[in-house]
Nanobody
Framework: QLQLVESGGGLVQPGGSLRLSCAAS????????VGWFRQAPGKEREGISC????????VYADSVKGRFTISRDNAKNTVLLQMDSLKPEDTAVYYC????????????????????WGQGTQVTVSS
């Protein structure tokens, strides 16, 4: 059974950093597209980053470009999201998700295309 578990969230001051991990069981993450999403209270779920099957393509939403970095740790079967220069508006529950095919950069952060989701980890950016 495929299961995704996010970790690494917490409380951080503005300008700080966090590294989120998405660990998987029941699937080898380097064989699927992995996306990171977030949802703030009262807002729709936002796709913020994804990484293609062979990691040759990474996509970032404008809201996080230049501050967040997605990568794979194949030895640990995890996908990481390094978040730097965090802002209060980054406060949200962060989710990872997987899909079996890469449909292109324009589709990589669309939530309906993803099949499996983790339970999320809370990130709070506040002084």
């Amino acid at each position: 059974q495929l299961q995704l578990v996010e970790s690494g969230g917490g409380l951080v001051q503005p300008g700080g950093s966090l590294r989120l991990s998405c660990a998987a069981s029941g699937v080898t993450l380097d064989r699927v597209v992995v996306g990171w999403f977030r949802q703030a209270p009262g807002k729709e779920r936002e796709g913020i980053s994804c990484i293609s099957l062979n990691s040759d393509t990474t996509v970032y939403a404008d809201s996080v470009k230049g501050r967040f970095t997605i990568s794979r740790d194949n030895a640990k079967n995890t996908v990481l999201l390094q978040m730097d220069s965090l802002k209060p508006e980054d406060t949200a529950v962060y989710y990872c998700a997987t899909q079996g095919s890469f449909y292109g950069r324009s589709f990589c952060t669309l939530a309906p295309l993803y099949d499996y989701w983790g339970q999320g980890t809370q990130v709070t950016v506040s002084s």
